[in-house]
């Protein structure tokens, strides 16, 4: 399984910040956001992670880059060693993929296309301004998945009626196995339109053919290549499923969410501790 985190867009609701810090690289807990994102679609499964980023964000390559003299200079300071090594070991499965312009999410997903073999398979993505606390959302898709055949999963979350404008919303019966089929999806509709509070909440695990549906460049809402058209593309051809899984999602797009994420994942990650999983 290949994984996808698209990483491009300017980062503009944390301006003048992001003019020289990607939000993909603010710190939690002594990592950047999108090291945590990494780690989670490795955890999931993934031999390698495609990165889609941009020229204006050479922080995040040079993160993933190895520096071999980097460890000499740290003098055997065993802990923070350790964490370099630990870093070293995920940079082997990144790649790069730069989007040189900004036409959608479903765009950005596009440019990964070369460096994925063809056939059939899942392709995971995961977006670099979405981070999870409280549990790994990849793996509760993949796991979805296995129990629907190897179906397509979108990882979904309730929101407010006001806010289903900002979101792609879904709409969906329930099987006979307790899983939820979607029928449809709809990219930011008027609450007034919505088919339900569930919104697309910043992880997919799709049959590699979405591709093959966002290559025909349909233009959607905002004049963008949207994955979520792809993906209602897809829904007239195989089944895809919706989870809302268990953890807590967290926009760091912006500093409200941003510090949200701080604090949820000082708790968790104090818990994880005590309990013995963090050691």
């Not at 980097?70 to 060693?81: D, K, P, S, T």
Request: glycine content about 10%; hydrophobic content about 40%; proline content about 6%.
């Amino acid at each position: 399984m290949k994984a996808i985190i698209p990483a491009a867009g300017h980062g503009t609701r944390f301006y003048p910040l992001a003019k020289s810090v990607p939000k993909e690289m603010l710190p939690i807990l002594g990592k950047p956001a999108i090291q945590w994102i990494v780690e989670e679609a490795i955890e999931a499964g993934s031999d390698e992670v495609i990165i889609i980023t941009s020229s204006d964000k050479p922080a995040i390559t040079r993160h993933f880059t190895p520096d071999a003299t980097l460890a000499e200079r740290l003098n055997g300071r065993a802990e923070a060693v350790e964490a370099l090594r630990h870093l070293d070991a995920l940079s082997s499965k990144v790649r790069f993929v730069e989007q040189r312009e900004q036409r959608g999410l479903g765009h950005a997903v596009l440019q990964a296309a070369p460096l994925l073999p063809s056939g059939d398979g899942l392709i995971l993505i995961l977006l670099g301004d979405a981070v999870v606390a409280g549990a790994n959302a990849s793996c509760e898709l993949v796991a979805c998945s296995r129990a629907h055949g190897g179906a397509s999963v979108v990882g979904l979350e309730p929101v407010p009626l006001e806010r289903v404008s900002r979101y792609g919303i879904v709409a969906g019966q329930t099987d006979d196995r307790g899983g939820l089929r979607l029928t449809d999806i709809v990219e930011k509709p008027a609450p007034e339109e919505a088919p339900s509070r569930l919104a697309v909440a910043g992880r997919y695990l799709l049959d590699a053919r979405v591709l093959d549906f966002l290559a025909e460049e349909h233009v959607g809402k905002g004049g963008e290549i949207q994955l979520t058209d792809a993906i209602r593309m897809m829904l007239s051809e195989e089944p895809v499923y919706g989870l809302a899984y268990s953890g807590r999602r967290h926009d760091i797009g912006n500093p409200a969410g941003y510090l949200g994420a701080l604090n949820n994942f000082s708790t968790t990650e104090a818990v994880a501790v005590d309990s013995g999983q963090g050691q």
